[in-house]
Every structure is written in C-alpha cells, then in structure tokens.
C-alpha cells in the first residue's frame, strides 16, 4: 500500500525552529512536495526535493533521504503568521499521495 | 504567477440541486489540472485529473455522472455537484500542474448543501 505519515499536531514558539518530519511508503518515487495551508484557504507551494539533501529557502528548509523515506521540513525564526497546517505530499507513480498534513500551532 | 481563480468563493444550495464551480487560470496556460475536496480536519482528496480536450479520469470511488468535468480550454475547467445533497458539502479545490508537477492551487469553493 501507500502510506504518508505526519504528525497530527505540534506547537513551537515565537521566534523559535520547528522541524516537521514525513515519512512514507510507496510503491515509487519521483518527488516530494511540502505545502502549508491556512485554515480555510487552498494549499500554497513551499519546497520540492528529489534528490537526497538539504533545500533552503529563506526561513524555510527541506530534507529529503530516499534511503529511509524519510523529509522534514524545517521553520526557523517562526512568526504567527506559520500557523498553518503543512501538508507532505509524494508523487508515487505519475500520482500524488498526500498526507494528512501536521496542524502547527504557534504560540506567543 | 501562476494565478488560479476559483468562483464561487461560498455557496450554499438546497438538497437535489446542481451547483457549478469554475475554476480559471489567469497568468498561464496548463495542459492538466486537478478538482480535490476536503472535509475538516483531513487531507485534501484527488477526484479526477482532467487534461484539456479529453475525458476526465475519475478516482475510485467518484461518481463521474454526479461530478460533471468540463476542461473546454487551457484556461478553464468547470466541476458540477448534479443533485447535490448534504454529503456533498465539502471544500472543492482546482489546481493546474506546470513544471516539476508542482501544482497551484485555486482558493478553493466552500460548498453547503441543505
């Protein structure tokens, strides 16, 4: 089967890093995507890796490790504005398999 | 870029009804797109990809006589919900594919049956 997992829910801090792990099972890989979602909006790009590594996007980073099927995304200096749910997603045979997407709770 | 248009924001509609969501890409033109829903709390759910000037595939599970696809243009696609009826409320996403498989998303049409 596929399978996705994510934590359902975290809570970080002002001004603090937050990493959020994906882990997943599936029968192929061709990429993994993170996107973050405010409650009641659509899902917003943030990364894609597909290769093995380290993707740095301003205060927003991506691992990816194919070997252990395995991403974090990481959030440094947070704000409230991140609180936001974020949504790992992989594309399994030309499909995209989404997680449940880890709510991030972020507190003053 | 990459600007996705979704109408209506909201609707709210009586059970046996048909609503019709639009979903319009402003700044570009993409070959393929995707209608997802999402109930609360849980992760957005595929329905059908939709490639212009083709049938729709449906995911297992979607009725494809309920959930109407209309891909007329590489800028417009359009979802009816045919006799809708309060299982159907849900949050209807469209979103278009461009490069890598990334995928912009629509705002999303919240949709309430009676």
């Known amino acids: 089967g596929q399978n996705i997992d994510q934590p359902t829910e975290m809570t970080a801090t002002e001004g603090a890093i937050v990493q959020i792990n994906c882990t997943y099972q599936?029968?192929?890989?061709?990429?993994l995507f993170w996107y973050q979602q405010h409650a009641g909006e659509a899902p917003t790009f943030l990364s894609y890796n597909v290769l093995d590594g380290l993707e740095e996007k301003g205060r927003f980073s991506s691992f990816l490790s194919r070997s252990k099927g395995y991403s974090y995304l990481l959030l440094k200096e947070l704000q409230m504005k991140d609180s936001a749910s974020y949504l790992c997603?992989?594309?399994?045979?030309?499909?995209?398999?989404w997680g449940a997407g880890t709510k991030l709770i972020i507190k003053p | 870029g990459a600007v996705v248009s979704q109408h209506p924001s909201r609707v709210i509609c009586k059970s046996g009804t048909s609503v019709k969501i639009e979903c319009r890409s402003l700044d570009f033109q993409a070959t393929t797109m995707f209608w997802y829903r999402q109930f609360p709390k849980q992760s957005l759910m595929l329905m059908a990809t939709?490639?212009?000037?083709?049938?729709?595939?449906?995911e297992q599970g979607v009725e494809k006589d309920k959930f109407l696809i209309n891909h007329a243009s590489l800028t417009l696609s359009t979802l009816t919900v045919t006799s809708a009826h309060p299982e159907d409320s849900s949050f209807y996403i469209c979103s278009y594919r461009l490069k890598q498989e990334t995928q912009y998303f629509g705002p999303g049409t919240r949709l309430l049956v009676l």
């Open positions: 997603a992989v594309k399994s045979n030309y499909q995209l398999i």
């Open positions: 939709s490639n212009e000037g083709s049938k729709a595939t449906y």
């Open positions: 599936t029968s192929g890989f061709n990429g």
